[in-house]
């Protein structure tokens, strides 16, 4: 086998969800390998994702961990068989990995939903918008390196699965760039909001008692839920979530974020009379 210099993000959740399946079945690594007549350093580049898993080892470990849950298994192998090299590889060794991982997360959703307080997500950022962002970066980036996450997010923005956004009002009011550009990040918020997989609530300001201000977040489904994902931000890039309690808490997280937003119509009206103001 083949040792994986720089394991991407899919690739460590299937090690880290073979992990769970073995720990659940109460074996050691030494136990597991020797089910497979491997040795125990195999099965945790395995679990690492230092190295890949055949579609017959994978499922003869979940046989022998007891794993009955079929479609899991069946989207455990889809991920370890998986051969795409997606449009992101050629950002390789030029951006960070964390943009790469989302990226390619992000291809392989089922759905997406984002819950932003500050910022428009990137998703559905305008070019000027993008750049504003990266622009404001300490400490500053080169000049071809700003550009090339631009363009690394405007080659990101393929919206093909449903898509939820709540967003508070403070992130349309901030002019992370000028006038010009905070309408024309506004007009194409709008023009999102028509499509059909796309819904976009707004929180305003006069909410009364919203104490989860703090909740930004993005939440990536999987081909089950065992395999969804949480996003999150942190000083030196993103944090991926995936234990099944944490799930569950940004799920319930989601739901009340959406419950007390507009409605999408009352959202597009709040969103229109915003660019009227600028």
């Not at 125990?40 to 499922?59: A, D, F, H």
């Not at 937003?261 to 969103?271: E, K, Y």
């Amino acid at each position: 086998m083949v040792l994986r210099r720089e394991p991407t993000a899919r690739h460590v959740r299937l090690g880290a969800e073979l992990r769970r399946l073995r720990e659940a079945a109460g074996l050691t690594t030494v136990e597991a390998a020797a089910l497979l007549g491997a040795n125990r350093v195999q099965i945790s580049q395995i679990e690492t994702g230092l190295v890949g898993v055949s579609e017959q080892r994978l499922r003869r470990l979940a046989s022998h961990y007891a794993c009955t849950d079929a479609k899991f298994v069946d989207a455990l192998v889809g991920m370890a068989t998986d051969r795409t090299r997606g449009w992101w590889e050629e950002y390789r060794g030029l951006l960070p990995t964390s943009f790469l991982d989302l990226s390619e997360l992000n291809h392989h959703a089922s759905f997406r939903r984002d819950v932003a307080i500050l910022y428009v997500p990137g998703l559905l950022q305008t070019e000027d918008y993008a750049r504003a962002v990266f622009s404001g970066r300490v400490p500053e980036l080169a000049e071809d390196e700003l550009e090339m996450r631009v363009r690394h997010r405007m080659a990101g923005q393929r919206i093909t699965v449903p898509y939820d956004l709540v967003i508070h009002e403070s992130a349309l009011r901030i002019r992370v760039g000028d006038r010009v550009g905070s309408r024309a990040q506004l007009d194409k918020l709008l023009g999102l909001s028509e499509a059909d997989d796309i819904t976009i609530r707004v929180i305003p300001f006069d909410l009364d008692g919203f104490a989860r201000a703090g909740s930004t977040m993005t939440y990536v489904g999987g081909p089950v839920a065992k395999l969804d994902t949480v996003v999150r931000d942190v000083p030196h890039g993103s944090a991926f979530i995936d234990s099944e309690a944490q799930l569950g808490a940004f799920r319930t997280r989601f739901r009340k974020l959406e419950a007390v937003a507009l409605d999408p119509r009352r959202s597009r009206d709040f969103i229109n009379r915003l660019a009227k103001e600028l």
